[in-house]
Structure formats: structure tokens, C-alpha cells
């Protein structure tokens, strides 16, 4: 398969690694880019693909909740000005308060349902796309219930750039289930537990982390029990509940849980644009052609 140079950029956003090692990599694996990460890893040049790193799009997310229902969604927008606007602001409310009171089950049944002035969703962010002038989009939302004996920790960072939902069982302290939130938005765990790993994904970082060992020149002998220690580390960057909880160093979040006779079940957490391509603009281009015209 040709490597093409897009091809090589997407690999650099995504592993930071130089644009020769990317192009070799990606020659190397025939042009898989899943495969060309885990190589570029392997030889120590990368570390672990994050595609949150290629945040792009614009928008805000929110989270809303009434009484044992919470949502949590993301809006987004083609500008950061625009995000900041009052009537969008109140578009991402209104829509946050109409899928907390229908519960649709997606994105396209939330749509396609009728709001109290008897316009359906989309018409609604026509409308709103109709007078702020940029496109407008719901992009996505998960919605959680709980109990009276529970509590929601609900945390938006810099003004919703990050949302992020947590559901602490058995205890009602809303203010530690907000640390909790916000220590989720500060070090972006993927999982609760270790046991929500798939069972495909620690083997294939198992595996990794063999190759990358080998090619340290680690004696072959103390190679597993080091990939052993380094899985370890490995959870600790992809499970909440075995982080080093940001508000007390000394503390596992696990342990900060708990302390306040609670377990943690859920979280959402949601970042502006992750994993969406922002539009490439050349301004200096822009700029001539309307000096052109």
C-alpha cells in the first residue's frame, strides 16, 4: 500500500514521533496506522496513541440534572466566539432539558422529536443555526439515573470545554462526588476498574510492552515479570480507581471513595471536538483573495 503524506501527518498527530519514523513505520505495516502506532511504540519513539490530541471542533458541553436524572452532552459549533454566545448558551440548555424530560435512546431519535413549541429538535437548531450563522450540531449525550442514597458529581471545566458526570453509589455527598469529577477531567481515565478492560486490550499491550522490552536489550529472563510491572503502570493510567487521586497525592482514588463509605459506578467524561478534525484554514490565503476581489 503507497504511504501518503496524510497518511504520515495523521501518524505524527497522533504519536508526536518525526515525520521519517512515521513515514518508516507506516511502510513497515504495509499502511495500518494502528499497526505503524504500536511500532513506533515498540522502538521506544512514541508513547501510547491519544486522540484526544487532536481536539479540534468547537462547542461547549453541559450537564444538567433533576432530581435522580442527570444528562451530560456536547453541542458543537464552527467557532469558539460562537461557543461563548448567549443564545447558544440557552440553545444547549434547552436542548439538555429536553432530553432529560423524553429520554431519547440517540442522536437521531432526539431529532426527530417534538419540542413544547411543536418543532422537532433539528428544526429547533435550524432555526438557531438560521440566526447565529454557523452550523450547529447536537454531537452526542449519555444520560444516568441513581437512587436517593447516591449522588451525581458534576463538573465542567473552563466554562464546559471538558464535562464530566460521575454516579457515586451509597453515599450523598455531592461535593466528593465532584472532586472525583474533577479529578476525571484533570487525568481523563478510560475505565472505573481494571476489569472493564477488554481482555483484547491488555494483550495487545502486553505484547507492546514485550517488544518494546526486547528492544532495550532486556535479558529475555526478567522480561515478563518487567511487562508485568509495567501493565501495572499501565492500569494506573487507564482506571480511575488506581490513579493517584489529584487532590491528595498520598491517596488512590479508590481509597478517597471509600473513605466516604461509597463506590464509585459511572462516569462520563467529555471533551470538546475529541476526535473530530478541525477544518485546515490558510488565513494568509483568505485574506488575498479578498484583496483580489
Known amino acids: 500500500m503507497a504511504v501518503t503524506a496524510k497518511m504520515v501527518k495523521e501518524l505524527r498527530e497522533k504519536t508526536g514521533a518525526g515525520m521519517m519514523d512515521c513515514k518508516k513505520a507506516l511502510t513497515e505495516t504495509n499502511g495500518d496506522m494502528e499497526k505503524a502506532v504500536d511500532f513506533l511504540r515498540e522502538k521506544g519513539i512514541a508513547k501510547a496513541a491519544k486522540k484526544a490530541d487532536r481536539i479540534a471542533a468547537e462547542g461547549t458541553t453541559f450537564i444538567l440534572s433533576e432530581g435522580n436524572d442527570a444528562v451530560i452532552l456536547e453541542v458543537n459549533a464552527e467557532t469558539d466566539f460562537v461557543a461563548k454566545n448567549e443564545n447558544f448558551q440557552v440553545l444547549v440548555k434547552e436542548i439538555a432539558q429536553h432530553i432529560l424530560a423524553n429520554k431519547p435512546e440517540s442522536v437521531e431519535a432526539t431529532l426527530e422529536q417534538k419540542m413544547g413549541n411543536g418543532s422537532s429538535v433539528a428544526e429547533f437548531i435550524n432555526s438557531a443555526i438560521a440566526k447565529i450563522g454557523e452550523k450547529i450540531s447536537l454531537r452526542r449525550f449519555s444520560l444516568r439515573t441513581k437512587t436517593d442514597n447516591d449522588s451525581f458529581g458534576e463538573y465542567l471545566h473552563m466554562g464546559g470545554r471538558i464535562g464530566v458526570l460521575t454516579v457515586l453509589e451509597g453515599s450523598t455527598d455531592a461535593a466528593a462526588a465532584k472532586d472525583v469529577a474533577m479529578h476525571a477531567a484533570a487525568l481523563n481515565p478510560k475505565y472505573v476498574s481494571r476489569d472493564q478492560v477488554s481482555a483484547e486490550e491488555v494483550e495487545r499491550e502486553r505484547e507492546v510492552l514485550t517488544q518494546q522490552a526486547l528492544n532495550e536489550g532486556k535479558p529475555e529472563k526478567i522480561v515478563a515479570k518487567m511487562v508485568e510491572g509495567r501493565l501495572g503502570k499501565y492500569f494506573e493510567d487507564v482506571c480511575i480507581l488506581d490513579q493517584t487521586f489529584v487532590k491528595n497525592p498520598d ?37 488575498m483573495n479578498q484583496v483580489k476581489k
Open 251 to 287: 491517596q488512590k482514588v479508590r481509597q478517597f471513595v471509600e473513605s466516604k463509605g461509597a463506590k464509585l459506578t459511572d462516569f462520563v467524561r467529555y471533551e470538546v471536538g475529541e476526535g473530530l478534525e478541525k477544518r485546515e484554514e490558510n488565513f494568509a490565503e483568505e485574506v
